[in-house]
């Protein structure tokens, strides 16, 4: 079948699309930047990609003709507070003009849970997308899902901070809601089975593992499955605001997630129509299996995706495009160089930088200026980085992000996202047995070049020992 694949570069896309490219699918990606689709080549060869933004004009986009199925994976509870709902609507209903024009004959969309009679704005908004899906040119199913346990996973990395974290938790009331998370591996079960399958076009399905537990139990069951103990107290008075907060600043996400997190966590998300699964032939993973599978991924550094490299987890609004060209005129730099022996041996030194390996001097330094950066509302430095030796444009790399990784080419360029008065680029390039590295800032009035001279200092031999360790082989 010709399968097009919406939301291909995220959470949920990058888990589905070699499972599709094994079932001998011809698969097209659809982006709206096809720069940072973070595959490598030899899975770029077997795929077709195509930029749409569907929330731009539909008579613009183009989708090829001929597709059988598509997957509508498009969320944007990351990116607002205020109006996702707006855009998640109004991106439906593009997404049926697109498809009228199309042989598709089903379409299958991931929802949440919606069995709770008061719903929170992200689940009414799930819900309210799926209405709209329905009336689509095309046969519509839906499988709802609760919370999705795998590494790399929001729900996941979050419990893991806060667990590994905190010891002792005072926590907020709404840890004794109920939920039935589901592992990862079993959604993408339930992504492939409905495909092409009659007998469940125009149906919503409920799924979820065989576990009913609270956000308690959850965080509970995870410290005995890593074999320590946690105390978790909770109070009445903690409210979504701070909630979010308490979010925010513990864990990696990002604080538009946090408080989108905390308004759905008052909701109860059990399943209540399980025939699916029966209908199906699949057997669940409990949430110990499920924390047990993606801590083996983890170890074997084969984390596929992480909701962490979502562009809505940082600073950048537009596309990466506009970025890429770092300015000359108007901008503060601080440029190094350096004579290295071996290139190949340099160029991995610089693939590795960031997350658990640092920033090659004075990490601790790079660690406080992180948790600066998190108190005024910044990523800081916990979103790390999702592989250990593998970029992507695209990626997030502590608080900053890929822009161009041309390893060909022996160039990698980020962007800051964390919070100054200006932009921030900082560029490694080998030429001719030379490392160049390069921080251009661009202030953005006298406070931004009251800030580059207060912090050039620190610039001077932090900068100056990164280039040296980075050139060691």
Known sequence: ????????????????????????????????????????????????????????????????????????LIHSMT?????????????????????QHTECKQVIYLSGIVNDKELSKHLSS??????????????????????????????????RDLCEKLPIMITPKWVLTKTQPIAIRDVIQFLTKVLGNHDTYDQSFDIGGPDILTYKDMLQRYAKVRGFKNWIFTVPIMTPKLSSYWLYFVTS??????????????????????????MLGIETHTYEEAIDLAFKKIEQNLVISSWKDSIASGQIKEDLENYIQVPKYGVLQDKKSIRIEDEDDVLENIWRIGGETGWYYGNWLWKIRGL?????????????????????PGDA???WRVLLADKKGKRLLLYAEMRTPGEAWLEFKIEDGVLYQTATFRPKGLLGRLYWYSVLPFHLFIFGNMIKNIAKT
């Open 79 to 99: 990116s607002s507070i205020t109006d996702f709902d707006e855009k998640e609507a109004q991106a439906a209903k593009n997404f049926n003009s697109i498809l």
């Open 126 to 159: 799930r819900k309210n997308v799926e209405e709209i899906l329905y009336k689509g040119p095309f046969d519509l199913t839906v499988l709802r899902a609760g919370i999705i346990v795998g590494s790399g996973s929001s729900s996941f990395e979050i419990i």
């Open 1 to 72: 079948m010709k399968i097009l694949l919406t939301g291909a570069n995220g959470y949920i896309g990058m888990r589905l699309l070699p499972k599709l490219l094994d079932m001998g699918h011809h698969v097209v990606c659809s982006v709206r930047d096809e720069k940072r689709l973070s595959v490598d080549d030899k899975l770029r060869s077997k795929i077709e990609v195509v930029e749409i933004d569907f929330l731009e004009n539909p008579e613009n986009q183009k989708v090829p003709t001929d597709i059988d199925a598509a997957y509508y």
């Open 253 to 278: 996400t990002s604080y538009k997630l946090a408080m989108n997190l905390v308004d759905s966590m008052k909701m109860e998300v059990v399943a209540e129509d399980n025939r699916l699964q029966t």
């Open 372 to 392: 600066l950066d998190k108190l005024v509302g910044g990523p800081g430095l916990r979103r790390g980085r999702t592989h250990p030796d593998k970029i992507f």
């Open 397 to 399: 790399l502590d608080f």
